[in-house]
């Protein structure tokens, strides 16, 4: 069964700040790999995706993340964070057949205080 | 653009009671999912639909949860009885074949 492990619950960064927030899957076959973001009171917004190529994806606010396949890992990151990057963070994973659920990691808390 | 419509917002229920939550995908998305959401955790996969028939509902507490979508476009999800546990966000996700996944904004269940 797919899993998605994310390394950081909480991560608190001051204005400027580069940011990681590392991801790990585990699946044996082909995956899709996504990264989400959620505002308070909003909902899941797509921050960047990978399904094949250069394995450096570049996302939406500045985000991009490195996929490392004999890592299983999947990190995202932006150099210099803003206040507004406040949010919840969460990873998810789907096989490459078409209408596989996403699963997700457990996410990360990002407070960004200015 | 486009937007998957979940109904209603918030919804606060006694224990043992039952409660029911309304989605509609985007038109033209033949997958749908229903999702739960605990405070803090990431979102956790109930039920899954390929336009009217139920695909994976491995993860569905089967004793108390049923969902439904009848003809194929909105989605029904509902818990009878109500308990405390439940206390979550209800999100649904509409998927098309291109791995284009956007979530509704989700319900907010309280049970009391």
């Known amino acids: 069964a797919q899993s998605v492990s994310q390394h950081n619950h909480h991560v608190i960064l001051s204005e400027a700040a580069s940011l990681e927030l590392g991801c790990n899957y585990s699946?044996?076959?082909?995956?899709?790999l996504f990264w989400y973001v959620q505002y308070p009171g909003q909902h899941l917004q797509l921050l960047l995706k990978y399904f094949s190529g250069d394995p450096l994806v570049k996302g939406i606010k500045g985000f991009e993340a490195e996929f490392i396949k004999s890592k299983f890992s999947f990190n995202l990151r932006k150099p210099s964070v803003q206040w507004s990057d406040t949010a919840e963070y969460f990873c998810?994973?789907?096989?490459?057949?078409?209408?596989?659920?996403?699963?997700f990691g457990k996410g990360t808390t990002l407070s960004v205080s200015s | 653009e486009a937007e998957v419509a979940q109904s209603p917002r918030y919804k606060i229920t006694e224990k043992s009671q039952a409660v029911a939550f309304w989605c509609d995908p985007i038109s033209g998305h033949a997958t749908l999912y229903w999702y739960r959401q605990i405070l803090g955790q990431g979102p956790e996969l109930l039920v899954q639909f390929q336009d009217e028939s139920v695909v994976d509902d491995s993860q569905l507490p089967k004793d108390r949860f049923s969902a439904e979508r009848l003809k194929g476009v909105d989605s029904t999800l509902k818990i009878q009885p109500a308990e405390l546990g439940d206390s979550a966000m209800y999100l649904c996700?509409?998927?098309?074949?291109?791995?284009?996944?956007?979530f509704g904004s989700g319900t907010r269940l309280t049970v009391v």
């Open positions: 998810a994973v789907t096989s490459n057949q078409a209408g596989t659920a996403l699963i």
């Open positions: 699946y044996g076959g082909t995956v899709n």
């Open positions: 996700a509409s998927a098309n074949r291109n791995y284009g996944y956007t």
